[in-house]
């Protein structure tokens, strides 16, 4: 945000620059009387012409023609504006609350001294709540600052010593609340830097989960270490194999059938 607000305060100047400069070159031109039939110098006051519109009925007519009142007020007043503008939009600008209240309290004490200054700068020119409703309008909203000393007559019009005073002790105080203001928050982020952190408990999902059950394997022994015992040699003797007896078969043979010899001669066939 820091980079946005730089950004616009500098938007904000350079118009108002350029305002000023171009007021400032329509005051030259025409108190060193210059040739307003030339094109470059028409150019130049007809541009600023419409800047001074809004002030064409403020100036003093006891003036010399060749001061031109108007583009000295217009001049004035838009280097106020302009001010009083980038401080108002930068306080909307801040990172956190807390700044942007200082800002905006800011603003509204360059506000206030603003009308005051107006109202100090009119009365020195001679301006009248007659002269237009603007001025009025300043001189209704800043009587409060009359009544400390008496005003005194000061170039073309009257410096109101009271108003200056008033003016001196809004400054102060605004200088005083900043800087007040900056202390504290200055403070509080100190604190906030520096006060222990909390820890979030833990959010609770209610998930639908499949739950596993294992049995629990069997506890294992606990080994003691204990001094290996010593190892013993007995010799055993072995007794001789046994010899190995031949393996018997036997076989069982049948004698043949023998043939039947009958004792009776063999007779003669009868023919």
């Known amino acids: 945000m820091e980079a946005a607000r730089t950004k616009v305060r500098a938007i904000i100047l350079a118009i108002t620059g350029g305002i ?5 070159l ?44 108007n583009a000295l007020l ?34 509204a004490f360059k506000f206030i001294e603003f009308l005051l200054i107006c109202r100090i700068v009119f009365r020195l020119f001679g301006l009248t709540p007659q002269t237009g409703a603007f001025v009025s309008n300043v001189y209704a909203v800043t009587e409060w600052s009359l009544g400390i000393l ?45 006060r222990p952190a909390k820890v979030a408990a833990p959010k609770v999902e209610k998930v639908e989960k499949t739950v596993v059950v294992q049995a629990a394997p069997a506890p294992q022994p606990v080994v003691v270490n204990q001094p290996a015992p010593q190892s013993i040699t ?11 007896q031949p393996e018997r078969q036997v076989i069982n043979v049948h004698p043949a059938p023998s043939a039947t010899i009958s004792s009776t001669p063999n007779q003669p066939k009868e023919g």
């Open 74 to 107: 217009a001049i004035l007043m838009y280097v106020i504006l302009g001010i009083l503008i980038s401080e108002l939009i930068t306080a909307l600008l801040q990172d956190n609350a807390a700044a942007i209240l200082r800002e905006l309290i800011d603003a």
């Open 20 to 24: 000023v400069t171009l007021l400032v």
């Open 150 to 194: 008496p005003s005194r007559d000061f170039l073309f019009g009257i410096l109101e010593v009271s108003t200056v005073i008033v003016l001196i002790i809004v400054v102060l105080i605004d200088l005083a609340t900043e800087g007040f203001l900056t202390s504290m928050s200055k403070r509080i982020s100190e604190w906030k830097a520096n």
């Open 26 to 69: 329509r005051f030259i031109l025409i108190f060193a009387g210059a040739d307003q039939g030339h094109f470059l110098v028409r150019l130049l006051l007809d541009l600023s012409g419409i800047l001074v519109y809004p002030f064409q009925s403020f100036g003093n007519t006891s003036l010399p023609n060749f001061v031109d009142s």
């Open 234 to 244: 007995i010799n055993v003797p072995v007794p001789p194999p046994a010899p190995v």
